[in-house]
């Protein structure tokens, strides 16, 4: 039980190492020219692990389909987007989903739309 207490009272929301003002900033650095890539997608497997966050005051550890909405069950995977440059080997994650098993077709095509049109 102490174990378990310890892991609860550690759990701190951590902040993002990048802004989106910063994202736009650095990619206005970058060479000017043609930017060619492709949206790639890819699942990942996880452990399955529950963890109480007091800051947000929620578990975390479910399954979390961003606008699709959270269920209460565990997740097995995490659904990554990055785009990757054709011409040069560049990548830039986009958007990650904790899932459980197989993503439904109609889920991941309005995943797709979604960030396409972010």
Known sequence: AALLKSQF?????????????TKVFALALYKRGPKYCSLIFDEVLL??????????DQFVGYVDMGSLGRQNILANHALVFMVHGLSSSWRQPLAYYFTRD??????LKHLVNEIIEA
């Not at 009272?9 to 003002?21: A, F, H, R, S, Y």
């Not at 197989?102 to 889920?107: G, L, M, N, R, S």
């Open 9 to 21: 009272n550690n759990c701190e929301k951590k902040k993002p190492l990048w802004t989106n003002e």
């Open 47 to 56: 452990s399955q692990n529950i963890t109480y966050c007091k800051l947000t």
């Open 102 to 107: 197989i993503v439904k077709t109609d889920d």
